[in-house]
C-alpha cells in the first residue's frame, strides 16, 4: 500500500458561475482501520480561499501549519489577503523546496480570485499543478471521483445546484473506495457568503433493508422492563418495515433526537 493511500481520502473542487465549491469525505484510518470518523481535510486561508489536503494526514497537518504561517506573513507585510493564483504557486513552491524528502499530500486548492472568477488547481508531493476549469479532484477515491464528476458536472451551476452535484459525486464516489468515506464535509462559496455542510453516509440502499421506528407520541406511565417492541400488522401498506413503541420516553435513542423527530431509520443486517 502506499504511503498516500495510507489514511484514505476524498477530496474534490468544482466551479460554478461566480462561486466555487470544495468538498471532502471525513474518515481517518490506519490502512482498513477506522480511526475516526470526523476528521478535518479542508481548511480555511481566507473567507474566499480553501485548501484541502489529501495523503498521510500528519503531513496534511504539518503542511497547513506552515501555509498558515505563510500566509500571514504576507498578509502583515502586503495588508491584503493572498490571491488563489499566488497561493497556489506558494504551495507549490513550499512542496518542490522539499521534493528530496517531500509532504506526502496532494493540495486542492479552491478559492475566488479578482471579479470573483472562481479558481481551482490541484497538485503532486513535488508541486507540479494541474489547473481545471470544472473540477479537480484528488486521494483514493479520485478514480471513482473523475467518473461521478465527468457524468454530473454541468458550466454555470448556481449554489444550490453546485452542492447537490458535489454532494452527489463525493458521496457516490467513496461507496465505491474503502479507504474513504463516513459523509462528507462541502463548502460552497459565492461573493457575498462561505456555506458549510456536513453530510451523513448514505447508509441505505432499498427502502426494505431499513427499519423505520415510529415513536408514539403518548406517555405511558408504568412501561414494561423491558419495553416490548409491537410491530406493524401484516396488512401495512408495502414499503419498508417499522417497529411501533407505545412510549418515546422509553426508546433508547429517544434521548439524541432533535425536537420534533418523531422517527428514525437503521439498516437491517
Not at 470526523?38 to 489529501?54: P, T, V
Not at 461507496?175 to 462541502?186: A, E, K, M, P
Request: contains cysteine; hydrophobic residues 40%; charged residues 20%.
Amino acid at each position: 500500500m502506499s504511503i498516500f493511500e495510507y489514511n484514505g481520502s476524498a477530496l474534490v473542487a468544482m466551479v460554478g458561475k461566480n462561486c466555487f465549491a470544495i468538498a471532502s469525505d471525513r474518515r481517518l484510518g490506519v490502512q482498513l482501520q477506522t480511526i475516526a470518523t470526523d476528521f478535518q481535510k479542508i481548511y480555511k486561508i481566507h473567507d474566499k480561499l480553501f485548501i484541502g489536503l489529501s495523503g498521510l494526514a500528519t503531513d496534511a497537518q504539518t503542511l497547513y501549519q506552515r501555509l498558515v504561517f505563510r500566509h500571514k506573513l504576507y498578509q502583515l507585510r502586503e495588508e491584503r489577503d493572498m490571491k488563489p493564483e499566488t497561493f497556489s504557486s506558494l504551495v507549490s513552491a513550499i512542496l518542490y523546496e522539499k521534493r528530496f524528502g517531500p509532504y506526502f499530500c496532494q493540495p486542492v486548492i479552491a478559492g475566488l480570485g479578482d471579479e470573483d472568477k472562481p479558481f481551482i488547481c490541484t497538485m503532486d508531493s513535488i508541486g507540479a499543478k494541474e489547473l481545471a476549469k470544472d473540477f479537480v479532484v484528488a486521494g483514493t477515491a479520485s478514480e471513482s471521483l473523475y467518473g461521478a464528476c465527468e457524468s454530473m458536472f454541468k458550466p454555470d451551476m448556481d449554489a444550490e445546484e453546485l452542492f447537490e452535484t458535489i454532494s452527489q459525486a463525493l458521496l457516490s464516489s467513496v461507496d465505491r473506495d474503502c479507504l474513504s468515506g463516513w459523509g462528507g464535509h462541502v463548502y460552497v462559496v459565492t461573493p457575498t457568503e462561505v456555506s458549510e455542510r456536513i453530510l451523513k453516509e448514505f447508509v441505505a440502499k432499498r427502502p426494505e433493508s431499513v427499519v423505520h421506528i415510529l415513536l408514539s407520541p403518548t406517555v405511558c406511565p408504568n412501561p414494561p422492563n423491558p419495553l416490548p417492541p409491537v410491530r406493524s400488522p401484516s396488512f401495512a401498506p408495502p414499503g419498508p418495515p417499522s417497529i411501533t413503541f407505545p412510549c418515546s420516553r422509553h426508546h433508547p435513542l429517544a434521548n439524541t433526537l432533535r425536537p420534533g423527530v418523531t422517527s428514525i431509520g437503521y439498516p437491517l443486517f
